[in-house]
């Protein structure tokens, strides 16, 4: 069964600071895709990336940065020199089919 | 390029009436998925349509709720005889396969059973 788990519930962290938001899954399957998606106090779900399982690649867009381990089963995003426009809900997600597998979510505050 | 779109934003409502949600997804993408999402929880997987053909309901879709998509474009979900437990963010996206298949949000529906 696939499993998502965000251990960090919330953070609290100066502006200028660097964040990361933590992510452990679980899958049987060798073929899966992993997502980050950031929900503002808006509501709506935004996209910030798609991993496959093949492709370990570190990636990088702008300040964002995500760390992608399968020895872990880790898929871990960090943003550097936060703003307070990054203040939000971030979620990580398995997708193994046509469904996705939420975390819980991580609520990350940056103060001014 | 206009994303998802969801009507109503809030719904309240009296425990055990009906209520209906509509979903209208980027316009030519092919799959359309309903979430629900609950206060501190990530979203959970409701159903999910493939131009007209619901594919997939999760054990979470109970008998009181039913989605359709009628011409392969716009959905509406419906809940009958809701319960308090039924308050929730009803979240609706939409992807294009084959593809990136890559969910795109919409800003939901807030329900609250009074």
């Known amino acids: 069964a696939q499993k998502v788990t965000q251990a960090q519930t919330e953070i609290s962290v100066v502006e200028k600071e660097d964040v990361t938001l933590d992510c452990v899954y679980e899958t049987r399957d060798t073929t899966y895709y992993l997502f980050w998606y950031k929900q503002p106090p808006s509501g709506e779900l935004v996209f910030l990336i798609r991993?496959?399982?093949?492709?370990?690649q570190n990636e990088i867009s702008g300040r964002y940065s995500w760390n992608f381990q399968k020895s872990t089963s880790s898929f871990n995003f960090t943003i550097t020199a936060s703003q307070v426009v990054d203040s939000a809900v971030y979620f990580c997600a398995l997708s193994e089919s046509n469904d996705m597998r939420f975390g819980a979510g991580t609520r990350l505050t940056v103060k001014p | 390029d206009t994303g998802v779109s969801q009507n109503p934003r809030h719904k309240i409502t009296k425990r055990g009436q009906n209520v209906t949600f509509r979903c209208d997804p980027i316009s030519e993408h092919n799959r359309l998925y309903w979430y629900r999402q609950t206060l501190g929880q990530g979203p959970e997987f409701l159903t999910y349509f493939q131009n007209e053909a619901q594919l997939e309901k999760s054990r979470l879709l109970s008998d009181r709720f039913s989605a359709e998509r009628p011409k392969g474009s716009f959905s509406t979900l419906e809940i009958q005889r809701t319960e308090q437990g039924d308050s929730a963010m009803y979240l609706c996206a939409s992807s294009l396969v084959p593809g990136k298949n890559i969910q795109y949000f919409g800003a939901g529906t807030r329900l609250s059973v009074l």
């Open positions: 991993r496959n399982s093949f492709d370990e």
